[in-house]
């Protein structure tokens, strides 16, 4: 069995995969101190308390946060006897390389959506992410990673208002009733929620103005539905997108052996 494992800015994700289905999916913060020992603390309790009985044999790892492949190294080695995949090591195959300027680094998490969206639905994509920030990845007719754009998250947003002015709350994103706020709290929801609106069908329609064609948008993250039922953004939301991608990389580099 597989254990996917995607590490954000935010957040930290693990998924077993039966080689069918995901079996369960365990959430924690990201932490960079967090030792081998503690990851494998947490995960034996909730796989325990699920009644999940799972022999994993491979790991795969996605991490926006190089410090913390190293734990998670050890933590593989020393739990599971396996040495782990970590996507954008030269090790790790890609099933397209990206085609970006040399010397680019591309996150992680977003060479993972690509090759997850590819599978899913082909080429002549836009895949929009909404985590820590809100990434807009470019997947070409063949399936490479050719280029995007990184816009601050939604949280970040809100959060950097609160953190920037003196008067000004920390609060939740939630969808406002009015564009006029007629109380703090709801002239920055609104702020955020119909600027990021704007944001994401901005982009989206020049992408595919600039590339000179329609390309299927499909969105990921937990804030992609509040959008999504307001005005109909995307294609397609998948939850499961880079989970699917992570074990879309590892079976390419299975056959590939
Ligand atoms: N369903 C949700 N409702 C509200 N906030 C959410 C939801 N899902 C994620 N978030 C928040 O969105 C931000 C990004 O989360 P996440 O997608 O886990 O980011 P990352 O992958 O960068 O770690 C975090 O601040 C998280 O708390
Ligand atoms: C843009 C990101 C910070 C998004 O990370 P996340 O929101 O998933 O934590 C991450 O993909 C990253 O660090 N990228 C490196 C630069 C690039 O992709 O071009
Ligand atoms: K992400």
């Not at 703090?184 to 901005?202: D, K, N």
Request: hydrophobic share 40%; glycine share 8%.
């Amino acid at each position: 069995m597989l254990l996917a494992i995607d590490c954000g800015n935010t957040n930290t994700v693990f998924s077993i995969w039966d080689g069918t289905t995901f079996l369960c999916t365990l959430r924690t913060s990201t932490h960079h101190a967090r030792t081998a020992d503690a990851y494998f603390t947490w995960y034996t309790t909730l796989i325990k308390h699920y009644g999940i009985e799972a022999d994993i044999t491979d790991v795969i790892i996605s991490s926006t946060v190089p410090r913390v492949v190293f734990n998670l190294r050890v933590f593989a080695d020393r739990f599971f006897n396996c040495r782990p995949l970590v996507v954008g090591k030269p090790e790790c195959l890609l099933p397209h390389a990206p085609r970006v300027d040399t010397g680019t680094i591309v996150g992680p998490d977003r060479l993972v959506n690509t090759a997850g969206a590819y599978d899913r639905h082909g080429g002549n994509l836009i895949v929009v992410d909404f985590g820590t920030a809100t990434t807009f990845d470019v997947v070409d007719h063949d399936g490479a990673y050719v280029g995007g754009v990184i816009a601050p998250g939604v949280n970040l947003s809100l959060e950097a208002l609160h953190m920037a002015a003196a008067a000004l709350p920390h609060v939740d994103i939630s969808k406002p009733q009015n564009v006029v706020g007629t109380n703090t709290v709801a002239c920055m929801q609104s702020g955020i929620f119909w600027g990021y609106i704007g944001l994401v069908r901005e982009i989206c329609t020049r992408i595919q103005a600039e590339r000179d064609r329609d390309m299927r948008i499909v969105a990921t993250g937990g804030l992609a539905p509040l959008f999504q039922q307001s005005e109909e953004l995307f294609d397609d939301f998948e939850d499961d997108l880079t989970m699917h991608g992570l074990t879309v990389i590892h079976k390419y580099n299975k056959d590939n052996e």
